[in-house]
């Protein structure tokens, strides 16, 4: 019950055009990423005004890649 509840969370944030799954325990506002690094594990979003980093997951990164380079 509880996973149905936050699986229509995820669902409603990520219908703005900003919010975006990139794992599946991360979502993200993609206007405050600060850069993308690359790592052997595959892809991190480094945020603003912040030192964390966020994993994307091989599932979400062709999105997320398209996404940040053509925002629109």
């Known amino acids: 019950m509880i996973r149905n509840s936050m699986k229509n969370v995820a669902d ?18 993609l206007g405050l990423v600060d850069h993308v690094e690359g790592r052997s594990s595959g892809m991190a979003l480094v945020m ?8 994307v997951s091989k599932q979400y990164a062709p999105t997320i890649k398209e996404r940040i380079k053509n925002p629109g």
Not at 12 to 29: D, E, G, K, S, W
Not at 48 to 55: A, G, I, N
């Open 48 to 55: 603003q005004h912040t030192d964390q980093t966020v994993p």
């Open 12 to 29: 409603t944030l990520c219908r703005q055009p900003a919010i975006m799954q990139c794992h599946r325990a991360f979502i993200v506002n």
